[in-house]
């Protein structure tokens, strides 16, 4: 199963599935397609409300159930993620293109509307990768990717003692200062509710089940603590002349981070926010889509030029903002999933600690990362490179992960068990038996988060630990931080379940983050690997930012999940969907898109699907493909980031010539021998006129009909411009 997804990777696949098809045909092996896309996705949602020629089927819940069957063998690409701004987007493409589809009620008052903005809600945030990840992860640069890297270093911005650049995290009222955690010992329901201090109750959560051996924990941010800290940082940027940014997962973690960033924007804009409070509600501005809404919101009323230079104001009274786009003026508070801490804190630590200012330069930066449980590791980050300068690319050793991520593990799982509260009271979280599991006091406006994560996925995960440590020979460190409740629960089973391997001469410890940051970091520099081993949260951060400073960008890993029931989930590299990248294709058709984690994936899919059904010629093929990257690697083929020069298209061509090269020099298998070897001869010696082809095409605007969902035959047009390349590859 391969997935059709959104941005750049979708554009890619325009371009590299008809490759991949043509490859792979003479073996027997079909590649289906599922649309997971967010355009995709939605009208499936909707599929009631439209008329039978345009309803699509429900993919994502086909692979879902896939995933969980020996047989599923999926290759996923990334996928928006979407936040409410890029929802309602979507939303309103489509309707242009004659799909009927309800607006998205942001303020849903009827029946009708809440039930409307509920069906919406299955498509918000991170709804894609929770329901696939039947299993968790494993994450790595390949040894060729590395030695690329150190043969052909990316850029790396220098380190000195005096940057200003730092972390900045509450120091109490935050999710890490009041969690509290409990493993439940019987197979048992639980609910959640609230009993205000006047006495009156609600229920926020209905029984629900919960299994024995189950981890639960629960923890709460303090709304006024947190708007007191902001308002505190925001001063000392503006005091001490940084940038200010701020660093959230509010697609991931799409209930909390939302109201954490609209709590950034109210307390920025504070003034204006009191100023134009009646305004600004009756307008239904709504601060956890981002300083955006407000401009949007505001468009066309009579007061839009006056709030206009309200805000302005405040932008010059405050700190220097970090940007996103300095020549569109989008700062860092416009869009929530503009800044996306796992990918955009590594790109600050490579950038010299630096983000954007509103002239387009680099700037020392505040990062502003609320909570304490996982913004220490940036900041050991940041303290190591101020010591020892920046890490060298050519030199650096490696830190891959084994995360915890099976069946919504721990903050991933947490949507349906955040709640904003809603007046003073207590949080009580109580068994089946009617036993209070965990309580937690609460003011009007804290964010209570409940987690929960189950048994067989902790015990899989100590197994790939140990499994990666023995095959790699290298130290594997639990990231847990033993003063936390959460990680104190799970450390016992980490105890427990090691005991289970034998475990002689492995080096296995467990740290708290700062220190396993610090502790990976000393072997990096050494040019030693270790192997992070971490819940799901640090899974993510880490498969970002050791890749980044690494091998440049975290499109190049190794991301395999092995599939908790047999199958395999090969995902495309570690990173996003690259929106830029998209912008760039539609003003000058030049995709810089790199499709390296593709390559990798596909391999190491090729290589399940025939060790599991004895398939000879997927071995065959999966072994000439893994020639194919590494030649391609060597050769330095990857797509340039400027127009008129190779690109996207054009590494796909290279790679195909690599691997019909590998299958004609093979002799395991006479049959692909017989039918690579004219292949590989006529694109060798149609190379010049092929990436010619593919090169004159460059330097236009291009129209494929949308951005969320484009015309196919236009997006196939445009990715497969070479008309010699398709010739040959439609001759398959
Ligand atoms: N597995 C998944 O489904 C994931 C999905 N997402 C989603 O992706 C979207 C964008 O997220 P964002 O945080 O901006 O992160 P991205 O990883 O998409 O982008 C960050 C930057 O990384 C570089 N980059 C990423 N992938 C590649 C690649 N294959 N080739 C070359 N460069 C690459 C680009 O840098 P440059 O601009 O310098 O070229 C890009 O601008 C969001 O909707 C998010 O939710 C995010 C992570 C994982
Ligand atoms: O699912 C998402 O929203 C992002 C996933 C991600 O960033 C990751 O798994 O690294
Ligand atoms: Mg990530």
């Keep these: 199963m391969y997935t059709i997804t959104d941005e750049a990777p979708m554009l890619a696949t325009h371009s590299f599935l008809p490759i991949v098809q043509a490859f792979t045909k003479s073996s027997g092996i079909t590649f289906e397609t599922k649309d997971i896309s967010l355009a995709a996705r939605i009208l499936a949602n909707f599929a009631d409300m439209l008329p039978a020629n345009q309803q699509v089927p429900d993919a994502l819940a086909e692979l879902g159930t896939l995933a969980t069957t020996p047989e599923a063998n999926i290759i996923k690409l990334p996928n928006i993620s979407a936040s409410v701004p890029q929802l309602t987007a979507a939303i309103k493409e489509l309707q242009a293109q004659g799909y009927a589809l ?103 959560k209905d029984a629900s089940p919960l299994e024995a051996g189950e981890i639960i924990d629960s923890s709460v941010i303090s709304m006024s603590q947190l708007k007191a800290f902001i308002a505190k940082e925001i001063a000392d940027a503006k005091a001490t002349g940084v940038l200010f940014s701020v660093h959230l997962k509010a697609t991931m973690m799409k209930i909390s981070d939302p109201l954490i960033f609209g709590a950034f924007v109210e307390v920025f804009f504070k003034d204006v926010f009191e100023k134009y409070a009646d305004t600004f509600t009756a307008l239904g501005v709504d601060t956890k889509n981002g300083l955006g809404d407000v401009y949007a919101k505001i468009k066309g009323t009579e007061k839009q030029a006056e709030i206009e230079a309200a805000l302005e104001a405040a932008i010059t009274a405050g700190p220097d903002l970090a940007m996103v786009n300095s020549d569109k003026g989008i700062t860092n508070l416009h869009v929530p999933s503009d800044v996306i801490i796992d990918a955009s804190m590594p790109a600050m630590i490579r950038n010299s600690g630096q983000m954007w200012n509103k002239e387009g330069k680099s700037q020392d930066t505040k990062a502003v990362i609320p909570d304490r449980c996982y913004a220490g590791v940036y900041q050991a980050t940041i303290d190591f490179c101020k010591t020892n300068g920046a890490l060298d690319p050519t030199t650096m050793g490696s830190v891959s992960n084994v995360g915890l991520m099976a069946k919504k593990a721990e903050e991933y799982g947490s949507h349906d068990k955040t709640f904003q509260i809603e ?123 050791f890749p980044i400073l690494e091998v440049g960008t975290s499109a190049k890993m190794l991301s395999i999940v092995p599939l908790m029931n047999g199958g395999g989930l090969f995902e495309t590299g570690a990173g996003g969907s690259a929106p830029k990248h998209v912008d760039q294709f539609l003003t000058e058709n030049h995709l810089r898109w790199d499709s390296l984690g593709e390559f990798l994936a596909l391999g190491v899919s090729l290589e399940h699907l025939g060790e599991t059904y004895n398939n000879a010629k997927a071995l065959v093929l999966a072994e000439a493909l893994d020639i194919a990257t590494e030649k391609f690697l060597e ?86 411009p070479s008309t010699m390349f398709n010739t040959i590859i439609d001759s398959l």
């Design 423 to 545: 007046a003073e009271g207590t949080v009580k979280v109580t068994n089946g038996e009617g036993t209070v599991l965990m309580e937690q006091v609460v003011e009007a406006g804290d964010i209570f988060r409940m987690c929960q994560v189950k048994d067989a996925p902790i015990q899989d995960w100590v197994k790939l630990a140990v499994n990666r440590a023995k095959a790699t020979d290298n130290p594997a460190i639990f990231w847990l931080d033993e003063v936390r409740a959460h990680d104190s629960e799970i450390i016992k089973k980490v105890d427990t379940y090691l005991k289970d391997y034998d475990t002689t001469g492995l080096e296995i410890k467990i740290l708290a983050p700062i220190d396993a940051t610090t502790y990976s970091l000393e072997r990096i520099v050494k040019g030693l690997d270790t192997i992070s081993v971490t819940g799901n949260v640090l899974r993510d951060y880490l498969t970002d930012l």
């Design 102 to 204: 309800p607006d998205y009620p942001a303020d849903a008052k009827t029946d009708e509307e809440k039930a409307i903005k509920a069906t919406y809600a299955k498509v918000l945030g991170s709804a894609v990768n929770p329901v696939l990840r039947e299993g968790n992860s494993d994450r790595r640069a390949p040894k060729a990717v590395k030695n690329y890297a150190k043969a052909h270093p990316h850029s790396m911005g220098a380190w000195t003692a005096d940057s200003k650049s730092h972390v900045a995290s509450m120091t109490e009222g935050d999710f890490y200062g009041s969690e509290k955690s409990v493993t439940i010992a019987a197979p048992t329901t639980f609910s959640i509710s609230f009993e205000g201090a006047d006495g009156s109750t609600k229920i926020l």
């Design 635 to 720: 050769n330095d083929k990857s797509p340039s980031r400027k127009v008129n020069e190779l690109d996207n298209r054009g590494s796909h061509f290279y790679l195909s010539m690599y691997w019909a090269k590998a299958l004609a020099s093979q002799t395991k298998d006479e049959e692909l021998k017989a039918i690579f070897t004219p292949v590989f001869e006529q694109m060798s010696s149609n190379e010049a006129t092929i990436t010619e082809e593919l090169v004159a095409v460059q330097g236009t605007t291009m129209d494929i009909g949308g951005y969320y969902k484009p015309s196919a035959e236009a997006t196939y047009a445009a990715m497969r």
